[in-house]
């Protein structure tokens, strides 16, 4: 798949690529939000250089090649760049059940899948307005769904 690595895509091939893979990419989100140890992980193609959060606050980033990570680390890791990889994304931020679930599909847009409550009203508001507070496009995708997106 495509679609997470082109940073020249405009806005709409992104929607259009997001609809298209909808299921795999929900599939992706409900095993972020059912797993218990990891808040946030990021990754850079450029030798697999990664930022993560875990849900007890740790942070620890750097190449997965540097041996900053345990093995069990190192494996919990390369798992979600493994499934990350193959949806086309690059990242996810998760921040609980009752906030945001952010899923990296470029390194300039996110889609923002709110939980309800002040966070999806914020999303809406945004999306009505077609930006939110950073001056980013916000489009509703349905069914609690956002892109959020710096212009092309």
């Known amino acids: 798949m495509t679609g997470c690595t082109d940073k020249n895509q405009h806005l709409s091939a992104k929607v259009d690529w997001i609809q298209a893979n909808r299921s795999l990419l929900a599939k992706l989100v ?18 697999e250089f990664v930022t993560v959060i875990y849900r ?18 190192a494996t ?9 990889k193959s949806a086309g994304c ?11 679930t952010r899923l990296f599909v470029s390194s300039t847009a996110y889609i923002g899948i ?7 009203e914020q999303y809406a ?10 001056g980013y496009r916000c489009i509703d995708l349905g069914n609690g769904w ?3 997106s710096q212009k092309h």
């Open 30 to 47: 409900d095993e972020i939000q059912s797993q218990g140890s990891l808040r946030r992980v990021i990754w850079s193609d450029r030798r």
């Open 56 to 73: 007890d606050d740790r942070i620890i980033d750097g190449y997965l090649d540097d041996n900053n990570w345990t093995t069990k680390e």
């Open 76 to 84: 919990e890791i390369t798992d979600w760049i493994a499934r990350l």
């Open 90 to 100: 690059h990242g996810f931020d998760d921040n609980g059940p009752a906030e945001v």
């Open 114 to 120: 709110p939980s309800g409550g002040r966070f999806s």
């Open 125 to 134: 508001e945004w999306a009505k307005n077609d930006r939110n507070d950073y």
């Open 146 to 148: 956002y892109l959020t």
